[in-house]
């Protein structure tokens, strides 16, 4: 079992940068493709990004494409993203996910941490 802990969400500008952070307990972290989704009020959750489970492969929906980077660092059971040039639709609450499948599909998630708030002001 994989227990996830997400840090890092704030109010922030629009333009400004942020970097979440998704902490894994558990010695099988890496044995997991991570992922990151988000849900905006009033909106079903939806996939952000994901990562192999070496790092070596990424995936990001188009509309983070080029602003947003997914990492990871086994070594400390934890994955990033760094957001760049947010705006105001990048609003919600971001879920750090694990799964042992290569899927955008938060259903073939196993496991989930709790959320954190972001928050970008126009």
């Known amino acids: 079992q994989v227990q996830l802990v997400e840090s890092g969400g704030t109010l922030v500008q629009a333009g400004g940068s942020l970097r979440l952070s998704c902490g894994a307990s558990?010695?099988?972290?890496?044995?997991?493709?991570m992922g990151w989704f988000r849900q905006a009020p009033g909106k079903s959750r939806e996939f952000v990004a994901a990562?192999?489970?070496?790092?070596?492969?990424?995936d990001y929906t188009d509309s983070v494409k080029g602003r947003f980077t997914i990492s990871r660092d086994n070594a400390q059971n934890t994955v990033y993203l760094q957001m760049n040039s947010l705006n105001p639709e990048d609003t919600g609450v971001y879920y750090c996910?694990?799964?042992?499948?290569?899927?955008?599909?938060?259903?073939?998630?196993?496991?989930w941490g709790q959320g954190t708030q972001v928050t970008v002001s126009s």
């Open positions: 990562i192999s489970r070496g790092g070596t492969n990424t």
């Open positions: 996910a694990a799964t042992p499948y290569v899927s955008r599909r938060d259903h073939e998630y196993a496991y």
């Open positions: 558990g010695r099988t972290f890496s044995s997991y493709r």
